[in-house]
T-cell receptor, first 113, second 113 residues
Framework: EAGVTQSPTHLIKTRGQQATLRCSPI?????VYWYQQALGLGLQFLLW???????NRGNFPPRFSGRQFPNYSSELNVNALELEDSALYLC????????????FGPGTRLTVL | KQEVTQIPAALSVPEGENLVLNCSFT??????LQWFRQDPGKGLTSLLL?????REQTSGRLNASLDKSSGRSTLYIAASQPGDSATYLC????????????FGKGITLSVRP
């Protein structure tokens, strides 16, 4: 069974540009979670989607947005990139919003120059 | 606001030693607690999940305990091996609909051959 996949593996952007990160959950999983892991700050919750709906949002500015598609894959968009957005962005999925074991993808390393 | 603390930030032990990793949290109203492992630059792997009604969970050489009243959890690793070298994170899910995981910053474990 394929695990959670994320693309691209690495992404290099300059300040002010937009970045789009993609995530495909494990087959049958309806919940997708996005996290930011910046150096020294630990893992910070960004967004949670289930059945196409946004369930919860972390303490991030509106330029961080996302969506979940009918096939449950998800996209994270970051507009007006800032240097401090450089981080590892991790996506996780779970069977449903009431099932707690989250399975993580390998992450996308975003570097903002 | 739930806060999760893991101390120390780093730990180095000789191979074969039994060790305990600590996790503390400020709000005892939790739904569950999870321990994850993260290898450098990679995603997270779920190790153990303890529901709030449980006291401990075991998987192979790993044993996790939960004491909600004192706001503490421990991850016990028996007979440590160099392959156990990684960062170990604990995360709590508070009670309440659509609650999100709150992570500690992790403990980086190095097992010396």
């Amino acid at each position: 069974e394929a695990g959670v996949t994320q693309s691209p593996t690495h992404l290099i952007k300059t300040r002010g540009q937009q970045a789009t990160l993609r995530c495909s959950p494990i087959s049958g999983h309806t919940s997708v979670y996005w996290y930011q892991q910046a150096l020294g700050l630990g893992l910070q919750f960004l967004l949670w989607y289930d059945e196409g709906e946004e369930r919860n949002r972390g303490n991030f500015p509106p330029r961080f947005s996302g969506r979940q598609f009918p096939n449950y894959s998800s996209e994270l968009n970051v507009n007006a990139l800032e240097l401090e957005d450089s981080a590892l962005y991790l996506c996780a999925s779970s069977l449903s919003f009431s099932t707690d074991t989250q399975y993580f993808g390998p992450g996308t390393r975003l570097t903002v120059l | 606001k739930q806060e999760v603390t893991q101390i120390p930030a780093a730990l180095s032990v000789p191979e074969g030693e039994n060790l305990v990793l600590n996790c503390s949290f400020t709000d005892s109203a939790i739904y569950n607690l999870q321990w994850f492992r993260q290898d450098p630059g990679k995603g997270l792997t779920s190790l153990l999940l303890i529901q709030s009604s449980q006291r401990e969970q075991t998987s192979g050489r790993l044993n996790a305990s939960l004491d909600k009243s004192s706001g503490r959890s421990t991850l016990y690793i028996a007979a440590s091996q160099p392959g156990d070298s990684a960062t170990y994170l604990c995360a709590v899910r508070p009670t309440g609909a659509n609650s999100k995981l709150t992570f500690g910053k992790g403990i980086t474990l190095s097992v010396r051959p």
